[in-house]
């Protein structure tokens, strides 16, 4: 058995960019309208989504990140894992604020900011496992 990475075709790396990373935020950020159905309570389902949900998602997507790093290349730079850590604070900076205006406290100019958020989000996670950019020892 061989530790070497199984490589990823581009359309593999984009399928899984795009499913993944461009689903799951937007998923996560709907939580708060999800846990108002199901809680029948507004304000406990905006504090859950505004405090437990963007941690969790947070969470999870470290933990993914590390796998589609080893799968990918075998190990992780440091600029691939700066690159992961910055996006990953921008994701919970986009779900918590995506919580907050879905309770109705915003503007268009919040959205606009909210939709900003989850384009930097997407784009450094895209860039931080792009698999043409192996890393050199």
Known sequence: MSDAPTPLTYR???????AWDGCMPLLAASSRLV????????????????????PATALLRAHRAKRQLERTVGWASAWRQILLAIAISILILFEALVAILLNGMGNVGAWLVAAALYLVYLFLVVLALWPAAVDRS
Do not use: E, G, S
Request: charged share 15%.
């Open 35 to 54: 846990l108002a159905f199901v809680l029948d309570d507004r304000r406990l389902a905006t504090l859950l989504a505004v405090v437990f949900i963007p």
């Open 12 to 18: 593999q790396w984009l399928w899984t960019a795009l």
